[in-house]
């Protein structure tokens, strides 16, 4: 038997799921809640195996839940809202499942409750698009961040900095004064001029301003 909560605001919504669950020999709904707090504590209480949330509540929303749900009963989603973001928080928060309502069916219903019962997933169609959209763009954005992490180590490499120069470069870029870099670094005031002497003759400049301004230029 998989026991099955139901978290939704509307009680109208609670009821008809409510409905198609009870029909099923192998699934019975041990509880409702009406916000994501009273969820947690139904949660903790019933140990349902499946959890239906939705995403827009009153005191705590699905989102803002759903990441602690997770942790205790494999969580569905069966809201409204189809958008990308929403759909993307909910899976990293832990969601093993996705519905949209008006995009499913009574069946569908009861072969999602029982996929992630079993430890599968399960997204309808329209979910399934958007997700991959999603993590295509995700991909994109990670390959593009690191080809500027590469470049920026490169165009670093370029000027020969030691370590220690670059934490004052770093610390000047932040606004912080000599005295006040040798402070957060344990050197003498000296010492950081000495630094910064080699760093305007590997940027080729004559200045903090300037130096700051190339450095963080190269990132």
Known sequence: MI??????????????????????????????????????????????AVTLLDHRMPIADGLSVISRLAEQTAVVVITSDSGADVIAGMLRGGARGYLVHGEFDPPELLRAVRSVAAGSGWLSPAVASVTISVLRDHAVEERAAADRTDQTRRNRAAYGLTAREVEVLELIGEGYSNAAIGRRLTITEKTVKNHLNHVFTKLGVTNRTEAAIRWMGSR
């Open 3 to 48: 026991d099955v909560l139901i978290v939704d605001d509307n009680p109208i919504v609670r009821a008809a799921i409510r409905i198609y669950l009870d029909g099923d020999d192998d699934i019975q709904v041990v509880g409702e809640a009406s916000d994501g707090r009273t969820a947690l504590s139904a949660v903790q209480r019933l140990r349902p």
